[in-house]
Each structure stands twice: as C-alpha cells, then as structure tokens.
C-alpha cells in the first residue's frame, strides 16, 4: 500500500471518529434529559451523515458533487426528525421539536466533520450542547 492511501485512509478514519464523537455528546445530552432520541440515535446520525459526506468526496472519483449529497443527507434526516414530533392529548402542544432540532443539527455536524471541516464541526457540536443546556423558559 502506498504512503498516500495511508494518510487518506488516517484522514477519513479521523474524520468519522470525530463525528461519532461530537454526535454522541450531543446524544448524552439529549439521553440525560430523557428524550426520545438519544445516544445512539444522535451518535449513528453524526456517524451516517459523516460516512456519506466521506463516500461522496473520496469513493466516486470526482464523479458526484459532494454537496448534492450534503443536500439529500438534510432532506432525509428531516424525515427523521419529523417522526419524534407528535402532539399532545387534545392537539394543543406539539413536543419534539428540539429533539427533532438536535437531530438535524446532529447531521450538520457529521457532515463538517465528513468534510474534513474539523473547526466547523467541534464549534457546531460545542454549540449544539450549550444550547440544549439552556434552560426552558417558560411563559
């Protein structure tokens, strides 16, 4: 094996240790706060949307345009997001919504880091747990 394959191969497994990582922080959070979306969804989201992300730079040669990827790895974590939504008894309350958040924001954070984008990532995912950390206020 080449000298080149190795760095890729340290690059890329660098990259997805980094997503699962930042996902499973973001996920201990959402498990400590007893969500229905925790460590392991938010980690294997981090982890997919990286592994995609990873796939589409490095696997087809030049051949799709990575952010055509980035496009469909929202689209479909949304659909995902949209299933921990539901509503309350009599359908005045909708709950789910910052779990539904944290999941795509979970994404977001696997793609940077798929990307190779290691500050973007580690400030998004910093950023995505300080503010899951805020308090609710409530009127």
Not at 15 to 29: D, F, S, T
Not at 132 to 139: A, E, F, S, Y
Request: net charge positive.
């Amino acid at each position: 094996m080449s000298p080149w394959l190795d760095i890729i191969w340290l690059d890329v497994t660098l990259r997805l240790m980094l997503a699962i990582a930042l996902g499973a922080v973001i996920g201990y959070q959402r498990e400590r706060a007893s969500k229905a979306a925790g460590l392991r969804t938010h980690t294997l989201i981090s982890l997919g949307a990286a592994v995609f992300t990873v796939v589409s730079i490095f696997g087809f040669s030049g051949a799709v345009d990575p952010s055509r990827v980035a496009a469909g790895v929202v689209a479909g974590v949304g659909f995902i997001g949209a299933g921990v939504i539901f509503r309350g008894m009599g359908g005045d309350r909708v709950a789910g919504l910052t779990t539904a958040a944290s999941i795509w924001a979970s994404a977001a954070v696997g793609l940077a880091a798929g990307a190779g984008m290691w500050l973007v990532a580690i400030i998004a995912g910093l950023a995505t747990v300080g503010i899951l950390l805020v308090p609710r206020v409530r009127g």
